[in-house]
């Protein structure tokens, strides 16, 4: 990410997370990415210590202010294998077979909140 998004980032970073937090690290890591890019909520928590309300609200926020959008990742609890992603929740299905296992699985068990970086000027 470039100048731009990273001040919009630390900005929210400010608003939204504790003081505890290590500011200058958290804007280092979203440095690595770019358009296109995955982020896993559980990644900022391993990384950063931070709880996972802590987290939604900050990627909410960056969300809000165009820099990443939320998808619905669906999930195979038995093989750990991701299964793919829908982008509103009314797109989840009631129930999605497993490519590896093909077990079915209930989608709203099974799936969990990432976010997509959409912006990284």
Known sequence: MLS???SVIEVTIQSQLNSNVNITALVNFFKNYK?????YP???KRKFSLSIPEIYAFLSALEEQGVLQSYYELYCSNCQKSMGTVQLFNELP????????????????????????????
Do not use: Q
Request: hydrophobic residues 45%; glycine residues 6%; aromatic residues 10%.
């Open 42 to 44: 559980g990644v900022l």
């Open 4 to 6: 731009n998004t990273l």
């Open 35 to 39: 358009v296109n890019m995955w982020i």
């Open 94 to 121: 009631e129930t999605f077979e497993c490519e590896l296992c093909h077990g079915e699985l209930p989608a709203l068990e099974n799936s969990f909140l990432i976010y997509k970086v959409i912006r990284d000027d």
